[in-house]
């Protein structure tokens, strides 16, 4: 399943500033900040059970992260990743000409992808390293 | 057996947002942290994680043919000077999450190599600063608002996770001496396209639409000037709930809007802060009302003054000339680094591999990178050198500005780790070693 014409914000959260202070390269930083927050409503349309991976898709790129439903709603057609490696894959990185790149605000779309491996964050930004 | 020895630190400031919480009291042994107090659980962790761990570094690394070996002091400033001294337009970043007089020390070290100087404000409240320098503002003290503000404001602010205890300590549950009954005394307002725990706890909560901030910002203050706009509502906000803000906002004794990434890294930038300060303005004409960005990094205001009152600009000063000049957009790390034009990074207590977007952090890759980190994190592993420092306001002291300007000591609990040295030490050191290559 799929969902288009959606919104991304990305975000501090408390469990992600405690995962980047306890090991960036670690299982808790995956679960804290490789995320994707839905509302529940706009799950519900996925058809898929929470911690299912969906690739998240900007203009600006796409990541594999794992769904959860939000505890900060409701919001629908809003989705929110915390910040970090995998919302900066899919953030806006025009700054206006104020040096700031746009890290909310994005026009996303979002599939289910069942079988996906959502990476950590060392192997993510490694990607980038190759190209 | 026999039972360590615990000493307990009391006073102590925590070295992680910007509210600078300085209550916590800290229990070391053996040289470990082994128990906190008063702390919230980011703080907490990040005294624990300078703990022996499998993930901080205890001795510089140089990179050779894809793995790090570690090195001497001297092999690793000497290669770090190396990647400095040919690189063309060398870019040094971070110095958020460091003390005051290591921030000094990286001015004078990009002065010299006529470098690109950038703090970590230039991805956060670079557009505050922005907003200020053009309208000014009407800022003070959290004490100020803790002892008086009657009506809180969160714009684009989720305390609840980004400043844990700022709701405790300042602007929420706190007793203020104006405001004797704490909570009840308070009314609180947040506006956020998400209701977000912050918001779940407020009085009021406005939902606008993303990215539409500037023109609900607008909106309140044509109804604040008493013009009838003709629209049922304005970013997703009915009418109706804009005129009921206008009026509790006008009623209050003294007012505060505490404003945070929403404003900032949304579309329109420093133009949302310019209008959240016009507007703040403009309700002095009614009652008192002031407002504060909601810095993140704990000593990010620091790096803005330090930069500022040495080279007069407060982030994104180019040096290439010879003398430092100004101009975010042009000369802000990620709009360097999406251009490629920077062929070699050091990294000062940042980790912008992670915080970056892809395309500026690819073209970051492509050229050497020497990282001033304790922790493995996405852009160490990637680095050609790591200098292991101290943490800062842990393992040694320093000078720390809290969000609100307000210079505070950083208290030293413990030892530094094998050959782990503070950030300004490092910095002193490789600014020698350029020198001396250099032949000066």
Redesign the interface.
């Known amino acids: 399943m799929s969902l288009n014409n959606l919104i991304l914000l990305t975000g501090r959260t408390i469990n992600q500033g405690v995962a980047l202070e306890g090991g960036k390269n670690t299982k808790e930083n995956v679960r804290a900040a490789g995320i994707c927050t839905f509302d529940k409503e706009d799950f519900k349309k996925l058809d898929c059970i929470a911690g299912t991976p969906v690739k998240v898709t900007t203009d600006y790129g796409e990541v594999l992260v794992y769904s959860t439903i939000t505890e900060e709603g409701p919001h629908p057609g809003i989705i929110f990743i915390p910040m970090g490696p995998w919302g900066n894959q899919v953030v806006n990185p025009d700054t206006q000409g104020c040096g700031t790149p746009t890290f909310k605000g994005m026009k996303a779309k979002v599939e289910v992808v069942k079988d996906g491996r959502v990476l950590d964050a060392i192997e993510l930004i490694g990607k980038l390293k190759e190209a | 057996m026999s039972q360590k020895k615990i000493i307990t630190h009391h006073d102590v400031l925590c070295p992680?947002c910007g509210t600078l919480c300085d209550d916590l009291e800290v229990d070391v042994a053996d040289n470990e942290v082994v128990e906190m107090r008063n702390s919230?659980?980011?703080g907490t962790?990040?005294f624990f994680?300078s703990n022996p761990?499998?993930?901080r570094y205890l001795k510089p690394q140089i990179k050779e043919k894809g793995s790090f070996r570690d090195a001497t002091w001297d092999e690793a400033l000497d290669k770090a000077a190396d990647i400095l001294l040919k690189a063309k337009r060398p870019l040094l970043y971070g110095f958020s999450s460091t003390e005051c007089e290591a921030q000094n020390v990286g001015v004078e070290l990009a002065e010299y190599l006529r470098a690109i100087l950038d703090n970590t404000a230039?991805?956060?409240h670079?557009?505050s600063l922005?907003a200020i320098q053009d309208v000014g503002a009407p800022l003070s003290t959290l004490g100020e608002y803790k002892n008086r503000a009657d009506l809180v404001i969160f714009w684009g602010s989720?305390p609840?996770?980004?400043h844990?205890r700022h709701l405790s300590r300042y602007s929420d549950y706190v007793r203020g001496y104006f405001r004797k009954d704490g909570r009840n005394d308070r009314f609180i307002v947040v506006v956020d396209?998400?209701?977000?725990?912050t918001?779940?706890i407020a009085d009021l909560y406005i939902?606008v639409k993303?990215?539409e901030d500037y023109e609900l910002l607008n909106a309140i203050r044509a109804v604040l000037r008493g013009v009838e706009l003709d629209a049922k509502e304005v970013s997703g906000v009915p009418m109706e709930e804009i005129k009921k803000l206008v009026e509790i906002l006008k009623k209050c004794h003294f007012g505060v809007i505490f404003f945070g990434?929403?404003l900032?890294?949304?579309?329109?930038?420093?133009r949302n802060v310019d209008t959240a300060i016009c507007l703040t303005r403009e309700l002095n004409d009614h009652t008192k009302f002031l407002l504060t960005p909601m810095r993140?990094h704990y000593n990010v205001a620091g790096a803005n003054q330090v930069f500022t009152w040495t080279t007069g600009y407060a982030?994104?000063i180019d040096f290439s000339r010879g003398y430092g000049r100004y101009n975010?957009?042009e000369f802000?790390?990620?709009?360097l680094l999406?251009k490629d034009e920077v062929d070699a990074t050091l990294i000062v207590a940042s980790?912008p591999?992670?915080?970056?977007?892809?395309?500026?952090?690819?073209n970051m890759?492509k050229h050497p990178i020497i990282a001033i980190e304790p922790?493995?994190?996405?852009t160490s592993?990637?680095a050609d050198v790591i200098l292991p420092p101290a943490f800062a306001g842990i393992e040694c002291e320093g000078t720390a500005y809290r969000m609100d300007k307000v210079p505070l000591r950083l208290r030293k609990v413990k030892e530094a780790p094998e050959e782990c040295l503070p950030d300004r030490e490092i910095l002193e050191r490789l600014l020698e070693k350029v020198k001396e290559k250099e032949g000066k």
């Open positions: 992680f919230c659980q980011i962790k990040k994680s761990s499998g993930h230039s991805v956060c670079g557009p922005l989720n609840v996770h980004a844990p396209p998400r209701k977000t725990h918001a779940q939902q993303p990215n990434m929403g900032t890294q949304s579309v329109s930038h420093h993140g982030y994104s975010p957009g802000s790390s990620v709009d999406m980790d591999a992670s915080n970056f977007p892809a395309g500026a952090v690819r890759f922790h493995h994190t996405p592993v990637y």
